[in-house]
């Protein structure tokens, strides 16, 4: 009796090919395959079933999908291990490489996420807290973008465990743990040597607990600026807020107004900044006639038209998360090695917020 014959599916040919091609790395990781229509005409079969095809080689864990952007060769050493991303007080599902991408809190953590996702990296949102009760063999390495300073403790104790961690926008003295950063200090000085030189002296600092090391190199940018121009550095416009809450800033912000002579404002970080202008509007004051305001953080300014275009500090956010991801994945990659420090390149964006005075 005559045995029937294995019926072979139509897009058999094209799935052997690109499993050969993927694992001789004719294809290597990283590489975006064709196109489905290229594929599709290339074999002589639908699209329908080339999507089968990576369907397949999807479920093998040897390509991954991207919407809108195509199919990539998945990264090997990548497999079943997780980078964790983990921002301060905030936590949230895994996110598979699969899947598409979730509401961020700003550009860091999307360029992150994608970063991961082009990587091949399944990305897992926790606690900072949580991170040292994790097993060691769960990680490739940890990206921690928003984090209280007190925790290099444990950060250190995790890199000793042999997994690496960067830190985003700091710079943590004295540990191994790899960074990428700007220098605040700089560009916080140049925000005031720009107002120094359209002749403000009487200009204001909104600034957030100096106990954080990126608010205190701010800090510091404002005060060398007014010494190298001559101007004493006055404590009393120095408006200090424990917090983030936008009623705070109103309330010291006038405070401050009411007590001291103040012709320029520099906010120490973007979350200041609408709040600032609000107090700044509440209270009579119009921008730029009556007072110049920069802002360190290049964020969306809510009271646009009646508040002019702000000057601000723009942070290369997106390069920041994205080089994180590069570092770790380098680390990953090498093992032990010499931290990796860089320092990226920021800009000030001059727009219509500032006047000269007189």
Partial sequence: MAIAAQPTRV???LLRDLEEGILAEVHPPGTRLPSEAELGRSYG???????????????????F?????GTFVQYPSASGRTPVL???????????????SPLFLNPIHEAVAEACFELGYRLEWVHVKAVSQ?????????ICVSWPDESLAELA????RGVPVVAVNRSPAGTRLNSV???HQAYAGRATEYLLQLGHRDIALVVGDLNLSYMQERYQGYREALNAGGVDHDPQLVVRCAGWQAEEVWDRLSHCLSRKRVTAVLTAAGIYTAPTLTALHRLGREIPRDISVISFDDVPN???????????????LEALGRRAVEILHQAQRKGTQKPVNEVLPAELVIRDSCRKVG
């Fill in 157 to 160: 104790e995790i890199t000793e």
């Fill in 65 to 69: 999908r991207r919407a809108g952007k």
């Fill in 181 to 183: 950063t700007i220098d």
């Fill in 45 to 63: 079969i639908s699209r329908i079933s080339v999507r089968k095809a990576l369907s397949e080689l999807e479920s093998r864990g040897l390509v």
């Fill in 134 to 142: 994790m097993e060691k063999d769960s990680l490739s390495g940890l």
């Fill in 302 to 316: 809510p009271l646009y038209p009646i508040v002019p275009a702000l000057s601000a500090v723009r942070q290369p």
């Fill in 11 to 13: 897009y058999d040919a």
């Fill in 86 to 100: 983990a921002p301060m007080g905030m936590s949230a599902p895994t996110m598979p490489s699969s899947s598409g």
